[in-house]
């Protein structure tokens, strides 16, 4: 734990998985580059290797890491060891705010450590529903329980705030920012487009149209995860000319599923987890994205790669109502039907293909901080992200995806 400067206002970052972490980048550089505010990092690594490719990528260097991963670690032991391991930086640090993103364990028992010490919870991307509390799990009641704890709350897109205005929060402490996955996906690609690992970027050039796939949904694991898999078998027996690349999350869980179906298939790539950037090419590079991922969602779109989505619910409808991703379930039979028409059926595939960015502009994270200038009492409210600001940030994103 290194001990902080405290000439300005320290804002404490609070995270632990691979999505956080991507989506909190943007908002730990905006902090660094400003003079208003002092950064402090606190990373709880639920995950690991996962956790550390993206701290490499966008040069984050924690100042706290409770190195709390263990394999096959139960969720009420993650939840009560992230609660204390929290609490005990808080009380050292004393922040004047602590930011959480989205929805893991680490996001609410870092919430929960904040109310005890009574140290005010901002929400970035908050105000994500379902309505089903049992999907996704725990995600969904993560989420719900967050927001009554927060005290500013980020949701990236009007429906997103809609919720929270539904639930009776304060309008006065919501502001709509738009997703920081977009500015993160925008830096990412500004890096360059050097790969890795360059066994994916001979991948990615072959001349098979290629189906990305992740998943990792606690709710698919066991038979759901296997019916996906035997689908994407049925599918690369049904079409020659199709490879897949699924870069298998770390959880051991997932990949008892995912290997005793596909790992023998010369067309089934199982390979690690791809860094961010190599990722983002993939997705680039791909003909169709099939996942349960949430940002995966969010990126693939504006990508303009359709998506279908292996769970029964989302709380991103966004790309949905636009057409461009579609909820499939994890029905063998209905992933394998609607894949074919995509592969079949090339009007089909077009009208899915049209890009569209309902998620945010690039400037999530600016907003971010003046959204905390409001609430630390330097500043006015700020605008909420308009939907009609969206389409700007459109062809730059469609400019990578055409390399
Ligand atoms: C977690 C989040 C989920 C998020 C997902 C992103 C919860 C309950 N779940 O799910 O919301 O969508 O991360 O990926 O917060 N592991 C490694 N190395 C890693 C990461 C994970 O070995 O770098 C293995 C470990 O055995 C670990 C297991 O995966 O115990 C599960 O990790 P955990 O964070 O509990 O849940 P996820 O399923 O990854
Ligand atoms: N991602 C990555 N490497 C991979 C797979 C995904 O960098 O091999 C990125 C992806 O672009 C997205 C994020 O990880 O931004 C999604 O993480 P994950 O699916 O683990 O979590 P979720 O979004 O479902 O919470």
Redesign the pocket.
Known sequence: MTTPRRDRPLVMLAFG???EAIKMAPIVGALQESDRYQPYVLVTA??????DQVLCLFGIVPDSDLNL?????T?DR?TARTVSGVSEVLREVRPNAILVQG????TFASALAAFYEDIPVVHVEAGLRTGDKRS?F??EM?RVLTSRIASLHLPPTSTSARHLLDEGVDPTTICVTGNTVIDALQQALAIGHAWGDPALALLSTTKHRTILVTA?R?ESWGAPLSEVCWAIRDILEAFDDVQVIFPM????VVRDCVEPVLAHHPRAHLVEPASYQDFAQLMAAAHIILTD??GVQEEGPSLGKPVLVLRQSTERPEALQAGTAKLVGTSRARIFAEVCVLLNDQAAYLRMAEAVNPYGDGRAAARTLLALDHMLGFGPKPEDLSPLSLDSQLNELLTFSEL
């Open positions: 998985t691979r999505p639920q995950h690991r290797e996962m956790l991963m263990e394999s096959g670690q969720l993650l929805d893991t364990t680490t996704p725990p995600e993560n990792h606690r999350h770390r959880n051991p991922s949430g």
